[in-house]
């Protein structure tokens, strides 16, 4: 039976790569319908802020996945990921972006290197939740939640116990984002307790990212949050010979997409040049998918082979090591005809059974939720002695003025003359231990700043969880 798959063919390269792809798993036997869409540059202009006509929700919706050349954004304001909308739409939370190299068909620096970076999709920094608060002042949420961390976390290992892998690394920052990456990093390690046969590992993201780019060949699956993973999948797929190699499943509970990791390379478009190796290796994880495994390793191997036999599109061909330096088309001609070869030296691939997202039981978290005050955020152009007076006095109920900070840095009490302040300030009024205090008494507080014309543009509230402050104090 026909598998229906939504296909859009993008922009830039994106035609010639999907077309030399489609002839690849059409030749080798896939079962597929394909439904086409047309996403990209012609829709944002056509007046689609995000690159799709709506519509086109249905027939994604109703295929089993969605295979997705690379688009071009257009240049200038207004426009919206389309990447970014499909993702976070339609729940596609796991970025699986294996990093190969083919050494030494392909050059490299890292010929043992063999990373799978699983990266999470919909959260983070990619929320999309920012704010101007001021005329010199912008903010973006870093939006890290238990059950999106319970999802990735879970799909990396479950990944990892499926094709054999032995370790997973997870990257975080959780020295200083104690409380975002630090869920991250303690979801790891709850999680890491049900798979004792794979080995686990944390590593605070700065020094792992050096350790990924020296030294790759250390590691095996890596999780981690969407920033660092959308940075640092690029750059594993770069060093292992070309950012051109490498293809990238979105998984989710209701969908999934399939692209390679690059761009629409607009410079090379319409000359037969891209390597369609991304695009296609992004449709052989389609095909294990969908249930085609069998289909998926002949792909694959074939590909493979067509590597080893030196015969390489421009951005991996090397003068003297590889054989024949061909287009797009006569590089996926190549593909077809190895179809049924395995390759000699570099290993064949096996894929034995279907691979589906896992379903993630969440935890339910029970915790004593107390409110104990509230950050006031001040937009002030001026210094701290103009509203300091103003606001020392405000008492409402046991809600005290207990410091102000100027970008995270403490200037009240026992601030520092050399701190640079900037035009927002931040007042916390909290109370004392052993005191409580209600939400409406904590709007009591912005209410006070409003009679004396403070400018207040936002207020966090403070809570404890089961008696510890679940905020930051101005030490970190
Ligand atoms: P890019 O990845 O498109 O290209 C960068 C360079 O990498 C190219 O100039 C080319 O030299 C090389 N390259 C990339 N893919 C190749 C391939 N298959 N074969 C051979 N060489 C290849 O990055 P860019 O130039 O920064 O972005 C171009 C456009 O792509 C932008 O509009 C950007 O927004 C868009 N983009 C889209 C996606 C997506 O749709 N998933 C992802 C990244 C960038």
């Known amino acids: 039976m026909n598998i229906p798959i939504a296909v859009a063919e993008g922009d830039g390269i994106g035609p010639e790569i999907m077309d030399a792809t ?17 996403i990209g540059e012609k829709m944002y202009l056509k007046g689609f802020p995000t690159g799709m006509d709506p519509k086109m929700w249905e027939t994604i919706r109703h295929t089993k996945a969605f295979l997705k050349a690379p688009i071009t954004t257009p240049q200038g304001g207004g426009f919206k990921s389309l990447n970014v909308t499909i993702r976070t739409t339609m729940g596609l939370y796991a970025n699986i972006r294996p990093c190969i190299s083919y050494y030494p ?27 101007r608060q001021t005329p010199d002042v912008c903010c973006s949420l870093k939006l890290i939640t238990r059950p999106g961390c319970e999802k990735i976390i879970r799909y990396a290992f479950e990944y990892a116990k499926h094709y054999g892998r032995k370790k997973v690394t997870c990257f975080s920052k959780d020295n200083i984002m104690k ?50 993973g959308d940075i640092l999948s690029d750059v594993a797929a770069q060093i292992t010979g070309s950012v051109g ?34 695009l296609l290796l992004a449709g052989v994880q389609m095909l294990v998918h969908i249930g085609q495994p069998k289909v998926a390793e002949e792909v694959h191997n074939a590909w493979l082979s067509t590597i080893e036999q030196g015969i390489h599109t421009y951005d991996i061909f090397v003068d003297g090591k590889s054989k024949q330096k061909v287009g797009t088309a006569e590089f996926g001609a190549a593909v077809v005809r190895n179809l049924g070869k395995k390759p000699n030296e570099l290993k064949p691939v096996v894929y ?30 001026g210094k701290l002695e103009d509203f300091f007076s103003r606001i020392s006095h405000i008492n ?18 026992q601030g520092q003359p050399e701190t640079f302040c900037v035009e927002q ?52």
């Open 22 to 38: 489609l002839r690849i798993l059409q030749a080798a036997g896939a079962k597929l319908e394909i439904h086409r869409i047309e």
């Open 352 to 381: 034995s059974t279907a691979y589906a997202a896992p379903k993630t039981k969440f935890t339910e978290t029970r915790t004593d939720r107390k409110i104990v005050g509230v950050d006031v955020f001040l937009y002030h152009k």
């Open 425 to 476: 300030w931040r007042c916390r009024f909290v109370v004392d231990a052993n005191h409580g205090c209600t939400q409406r008494e904590c709007m009591q507080v912005l209410e006070a700043f409003d009679r004396i014309q403070l400018d207040v543009v936002k207020a966090e509230f403070l809570y404890t969880f089961d008696g510890s402050a679940g905020y930051t104090s101005a030490e970190g």
């Open 245 to 278: 190699l490498a293809g990238s499943a979105n998984i989710g509970d209701h969908g999934a997409m399939f692209e390679a990791i690059h761009g629409s390379a607009p410079r090379r478009a319409g000359q037969n040049l891209a390597n369609p190796s991304g």
């Open 396 to 413: 409402i109920g046991a809600l005290r003025l207990k410091m102000i900070t100027n970008r995270g840095t403490r200037v009240w009490p």
């Open 179 to 228: 409380f975002s990456d630090g869920l991250f990093h303690k979801v790891f390690d709850e999680i890491s307790e049900d798979y004792p046969d794979i080995l686990n590992e944390h590593w605070i993201v700065d020094i792992g990212a050096a350790k990924l780019a020296d030294t790759p060949e250390i590691f095996d699956v890596i999780v981690m949050p969407n920033l660092y």
């Open 105 to 131: 068909f392909v050059d490299t620096k890292h010929p043992e290197m063999d990373v799978v970076i699983v990266r999470e999709n919909e959260e983070d920094l990619y929320s999309g939740i920012e704010y």
